[in-house]
């Protein structure tokens, strides 16, 4: 079964410091998409960045930077010199093929609210 | 207007009520989705349009009624809802619907309506 674990429910850090948010993954597909989306108070996700299981290499987009490890289901994201603006529930989702006709509806995990205090 | 644009963005309705979510995108996707986000739950996919016509329904009680007269719009009719109805209900748009031609495309979300059953 298709399945998204984030098991930091909320962290909290001071400005600048760095800070990962964990996100492990289940599916039976190989062929499969990773997300992350950003929902800041005012309620609109965001998206972030998208990965398919093909690739594997490591991303980096400014003070954000993931890194894909399929061997160990895990897709995590790193946000460095956090800054107050940062402060905002992040949210990994994953896309398959399913089954049915069922395709490509995103599996969100439950959130990791992230406050970056000043 | 652009991206994904929902109204009301808050809305307080009484269990005998019937109410309606709108929901618009001004990117020329053709796929849109109705979602619900909780309190302590993950986001959950309630439908699925691709080209107007309805593919998923996670098994979504009927009091819930998903309108999709084109692809740039979405509604969301609601009547003789309960308490743990209220919600965050979100509305996304994207490209073409999930593993398209091994393609994903991300989904792009409006701000939400916030319900409130009373």
């Known amino acids: 079964a298709q399945k998204v674990t984030q098991a930091q429910t909320e962290i909290s850090v001071v400005e600048k410091e760095d800070v990962t948010l964990d996100c492990v993954y289940e599916t039976r597909d190989t062929t499969y998409y990773l997300f992350w989306y950003k929902q800041p108070p005012s309620g609109e996700l965001v998206f972030l960045i998208r990965?398919?299981?093909?690739?594997?290499q490591n991303e980096i987009s400014g003070r954000y930077s993931w890194n894909f490890q399929k061997s160990t289901s895990s897709f995590n994201f790193t946000i460095t010199a956090s800054q107050v603006v940062d402060s905002a529930v992040y949210f990994c989702a994953l896309s398959e093929a399913g089954y049915g006709g069922s395709q490509g509806n995103l599996i969100f995990g439950k959130g990791t609210k992230l406050s970056v205090k000043p | 207007e652009t991206g994904v644009t929902q109204t009301p963005r808050h809305l307080v309705m009484g269990m005998t009520n019937k109410k309606s979510l709108k929901c618009e995108q001004h990117l020329g996707h053709n796929a849109m989705y109705w979602y619900k986000q909780s309190a302590k739950k993950p986001l959950e996919l309630m439908f699925v349009y691709s080209l107007e016509e309805r593919v998923e329904n996670n098994s979504v009680p009927s009091r819930f009624s998903p309108e999709c007269p084109n692809s740039s719009h979405l509604f969301l009719h609601l009547h003789t809802l309960q308490p743990e109805d209220s919600a965050l209900y979100l509305c996304?748009?994207?490209?073409?619907?999930?593993?398209?031609?091994?393609?994903?495309?991300?989904?792009?979300f409006g701000p939400g309506t916030r319900l409130t059953v009373t």
């Open positions: 990965r398919n299981s093909f690739d594997e």
């Open positions: 996304a748009s994207s490209q073409e619907m999930g593993l398209a031609g091994g393609q994903d495309y991300e989904q792009y």
